[in-house]
Nanobody, 119 residues
Framework: QVQLVESGGGLVQTGGSLRLSCAASGISFSIFSKITMGWYHQTPGKERELVATISSSGSTNYADSVKGRFTISRDNAKKSVYLQMSSLKPEDTAVYYC??????????WGRGTQIIVSS
């Protein structure tokens, strides 16, 4: 079963930057390299939302709220996905998760990494 571990979160001031990392295990390199991966975020009382995706070919897509500020990337050899976040805003405050797009089963979600952007 795939396991996902997110890291890199923290407290940052408005306008600051962070780089999130996600490492996948329990999955082969050949499979990982063929799937679209995504970053999601969730705030209390709300459903998890898709923030950015990156396909097997490296094509990327972003939610309108983060376009121009976030950059998703991947390293298939490391079975990892990254999210470079810049010009952070208080509304970016959330727990961030990575997963396949569409996500694997409910049990596939990691613990996420908390981002707090102070105003």
């Amino acid at each position: 079963q795939v396991q996902l571990v997110e890291s890199g979160g923290g407290l940052v001031q408005t306008g600051g930057s962070l780089r999130l990392s996600c490492a996948a295990s329990g999955i082969s390199f050949s499979i990982f390299s063929k799937i679209t991966m995504g970053w999601y975020h969730q705030t209390p009382g709300k459903e998890r939302e898709l923030v950015a995706t990156i396909s097997s070919s490296g094509s990327t897509n972003y939610a309108d709220s983060v376009k121009g500020r976030f950059t998703i990337s991947r390293d298939n050899a490391k079975k990892s996905v990254y999210l470079q976040m810049s010009s952070l805003k208080p509304e970016d405050t959330a727990v961030y998760y990575c997963n396949r797009n569409p996500p694997w089963g409910n049990n596939s979600w990691g613990r996420g990494t908390q981002i707090i952007v102070s105003s």
